[in-house]
């Protein structure tokens, strides 16, 4: 298994989907990254060549496939969180308290103000 692969941040997020959510068919990927099914199968190729997913084909109709999160793709992702939080830690420990808290308020009133947008009808 490679540790050192550069991913895209849609092959992270799909990788997370499955952490998250278990295993996932193509098609609820494509939903919820908002990319073709073809988009899914390229993002997914080089993954499984990696061995950090693997597809599953449906029991009743093999037309249906699932991507599955695998051992290796946990210890990857894993990996890439303390790597995201040494990262962090460099960066934020060299604030003091004051400039944590702002950050803090700055980054909920972002967040607040996404969630606000994303609730509005198109």
Known sequence: MKMNMELSSSQVHLLRLLEQNG????????EQL???????TLLANRMVKAGWIDRQRGERDR???R????DGGAAFLE???EA??????RY??????AELAQLKRLYEK????????ERKPE
């Open 23 to 30: 295993p996932l068919k193509m098609s609820q990927l494509a």
């Open 34 to 40: 908002q990319i073709t099914l073809g988009g899914v």
């Open 63 to 65: 037309r249906i496939v």
């Open 67 to 70: 991507l599955q999160l695998t």
């Open 79 to 81: 990996h890439l969180t």
């Open 84 to 89: 995201r939080n040494r990262t962090f830690a």
């Open 92 to 97: 934020f420990n060299k604030l003091n308290e």
């Open 110 to 117: 972002i967040l607040d103000d996404r969630e606000t947008e």
